[in-house]
């Protein structure tokens, strides 16, 4: 898994504790599905990059919902309950709040 992902680590989004993980878009899948299944968190937020912006997936379990995350990512993210997804733009992304637990300032 850890030579998948780039980087993952824990934050708190939209008064959620979640996992976030960077991965390239090929192995979105395969990490969501490793990272649900062996972590505690009941949000993964995974996220690849590309020349056009970022891809967002998200997975929930335990009752939780990422389709409000979704939402609050982009007006045209969506999916369900338990799985959806998002996209930003470069320049989108440089004044949204999620750029902060993305890119933490320590």
Same mark, same amino acid.
């Given at each position: 898994?850890?030579?998948?992902?780039?980087?993952?680590?824990?934050?708190?989004?939209?008064?959620?504790?979640?996992?976030?993980?960077?991965?390239?878009?090929?192995?979105?899948?395969?990490?969501?599905?490793?990272?649900?299944?062996?972590?505690?968190?009941?949000?993964?937020?995974?996220? *690849? =990059?590309?020349? %056009? $912006?970022?891809?967002?997936?998200?997975? +929930?379990?335990?009752?939780? /919902?990422?389709?409000?995350?979704?939402? *609050? =990512?982009?007006? %045209? $993210?969506?999916?369900?309950?338990?799985? +959806?997804?998002?996209?930003? /733009?470069?320049?989108?992304?440089?004044?949204?709040?999620?750029?902060?637990?993305?890119?933490?300032?320590?």
């Amino acid at each position: 898994t850890k030579s998948m992902a780039s980087h993952w680590y824990s934050s708190e989004y939209l008064g959620e504790k979640v996992l976030i993980v960077n991965c390239p878009n090929i192995f979105v899948n395969d990490i969501s599905d490793i990272m649900t299944a062996t972590t505690k968190y009941n949000i993964l937020i995974t996220y *690849s =990059i590309d020349e %056009k $912006g970022f891809y967002f997936s998200l997975r +929930a379990r335990n009752g939780s /919902s990422v389709l409000p995350v979704a939402l *609050s =990512i982009s007006p %045209k $993210g969506g999916g369900h309950v338990g799985a +959806a997804g998002a996209f930003l /733009s470069h320049k989108d992304i440089s004044s949204h709040p999620i750029k902060d637990i993305l890119f933490p300032v320590n």
